[in-house]
């Protein structure tokens, strides 16, 4: 029977070494496979088969052409007669569909500022015809905030207002679609990730792109470029490599920025299924006036209203976990777990070749746990020591007291009980925010490398001063994070992260310092005992 057969190989002595050895292997083709995306991207569906896009009726004669506002707020109360809001820079107004009981609703977010004037006109013109008709099946909120007031903060004042008794505002939202639209464009996209890694139904994300799909005139891009985000230096050397995955590329900056100043964001972490409308300026380009496209905006609004409205029941069957990797393209964490899994399948079956011979010594748990338990707490209570180069070598010192009490002996224990460690760390990450868990795909190979011992002792001496070399490398390479004006990349800077954390409650720098603390503290373990 194979089953017995099966039995058989996996229960041989030599099976473990085999496995390791394979795993290996595998790890390389993970990489080649988060590399090349084609291996297991798939066209992008509805799973919710009573979903269907809806046609806009809307045409040019109903539109009053209202634009060139001057005073916004004056034009929000007196000709939308929109409702101020605990006298914030949040307004708000209710249509009453002719075919609800008033107990839910669908809500438009529509930002304002100087530069972002063309989202009120279109719902203006919206609201005006929306009004004249009697197919509406549910109420429509619109609400507006000061776009100029960073990480939304009072639409999020609002938004926690209404979540606590909303039976006594609107009824509660069932969907919300924010029109974040700037006067001039390049292109338009739609955006799902919101913060702390957590995404709208794909669900309701295929069906806005099916909604953009039969409005031609707008320049239409998903995911969203984001090649002119990347330094020239790099780009220029990896400029075929770096296309191939600029879906993939676009995606993770999203799940990783969590789009911390889009209101959408904050409805999507209270369990509201929320995405974003955005327009984007191309490199070098001066854009579109976005005016000139109003007509097709007013439509993309109608034929969401009448998608997202034409179903009795919520969506409820799609995914939550996936990111796309080209147009129509999609990766769901069904295909990508594999991924994940194999990424860390050498890391565990070390481990378990280690523990064969005994599986248990407290020095090394303890000297396992301690850091773990120091970057936690701190991250919890104390998490603006992180951000100060005294308060980051004070923490690094903190890590490496179980130094004192390691002994030679422990060496394998330590490299067996780290590598479980960091392994279920890199997956709890992959589920939170799936890049911070990339970021750290490097380490694996290190980890790995930091249990060889090289018989020649020329080959050993040469071993441990590489070692010690990554571990100094390792430590310094966060602190070069903390300055922000001479870095490139400061969207990753330890100030950057500690501002977004604090100010929008998007967990980045809390993850980032859990992750990379005891990871430095255990390969400095290694590279010294």
């Known amino acids: 029977m194979l089953r017995y057969k099966i039995y058989a190989v996996v229960t041989h002595p030599a099976f473990p070494n085999y496995a390791y050895k394979v795993s290996l ?35 040019s004669k109903d539109l009053s052409y209202v634009n060139n506002i001057d005073n916004l707020e004056e034009f929000l109360t007196n000709r939308l007669f929109a409702s101020q809001w605990n006298n914030t820079k949040v307004y708000y107004n209710l249509i009453r569909g002719s075919r609800t009981d008033g107990k839910d609703c669908m809500a438009f977010i529509i930002p304002y500022s100087k530069e972002k004037y063309i989202g009120i006109e279109a719902a203006y013109e919206f609201i005006n015809f929306v009004q004249k008709k009697e197919w509406v099946g549910t109420n429509l909120l619109f609400i507006y905030y000061d776009d100029s007031i960073a990480y939304a903060v009072e639409f999020r004042k609002w938004l926690d207002e209404y979540i606590t008794q909303p039976s006594e505002y609107f009824g509660i939202i069932r969907e919300a679609v924010e029109f974040d639209l700037s006067n001039r464009f390049s292109y338009f996209t739609v955006v799902s990730e919101g913060i702390n890694g957590v995404q709208t139904d794909v669900d309701m994300l295929v069906s806005a792109l099916r909604c953009f799909s039969r409005i031609e005139v707008i320049n239409f891009k998903h995911p969203e470029p984001v ?18 995955i600029e879906g993939s590329l676009s995606s993770w900056y999203s799940l990783w920025s969590g789009n911390v100043n ?3 964001s904050y409805a999507l972490d209270k369990g509201i299924l929320s995405l974003a409308i955005k327009t984007g300026l191309e490199k070098g380009d001066k854009g579109k006036s976005t005016g000139n496209v109003k007509l ?7 034929m969401l209203t009448r998608t997202f409205t034409s179903l009795d029941e919520t969506m409820h069957a799609g995914s939550y976990f996936y990111y796309f990797s080209g147009n129509w393209k999609m990766i769901t964490l069904g295909k990508y777990a594999f991924v994940i899994g194999i990424l860390i399948l050498p890391l565990a079956l070390q481990s378990i070749l280690i523990l064969r011979a005994g599986w248990f010594n407290i020095r090394a748990i303890l000297s396992t746990i301690f850091p773990i338990i120091l970057t936690v707490f701190l991250a919890k209570s104390f998490l603006a020591i992180f951000v100060s180069t005294a308060g980051y070598f004070s923490l690094i010192v903190l890590a490496l007291i179980p130094l004192l009490f390691l002994k030679k002996e422990d060496h394998n224990f330590l490299q067996a009980y780290t590598n479980v460690s960091f392994a279920v760390t890199l997956v709890v990450t992959s589920l939170h925010i799936l890049p911070m868990m990339l970021i750290f795909i490097p380490l694996i190979p290190l980890k790995i490398v930091a249990f060889m011992k090289p018989s020649s002792k020329i ?14 490398s390792l430590i310094f390479a966060p602190l070069s994070l903390i300055e922000t004006s001479s870095n490139p990349l400061s969207m990753i800077s330890l100030e950057n992260l500690y501002e977004i954390e604090i100010n929008s409650s998007h967990q980045l720098l809390s993850f980032f310092i859990i992750i990379t603390f005891p990871s430095i503290s255990h390969i400095i373990y290694l590279a010294i005992i």
């Not at 090649?227 to 191939?244: A, E, M």
Request: glycine share 2%.
């Open 459 to 472: 080959l050993k001496n040469l071993y441990k001063t590489s070692l010690g070399i990554i571990a100094i």
């Open 25 to 59: 292997l595998l790890l390389i083709g993970a990489i080649y496979i988060l590399l090349n995306p084609e291996q297991i991207e798939q066209r992008a569906f509805v799973s919710e088969n009573a979903l269907s896009i809806q046609t806009a009726t809307i045409t």
């Open 262 to 264: 889009n209101a959408f």
């Open 296 to 302: 097709q905006i007013v439509k993309l609004m109608e």
């Open 227 to 244: 090649l002119y985000k990347i330094p020239d230096d790099l780009s220029s050397i990896f400029p075929n490599f770096l296309r191939k």
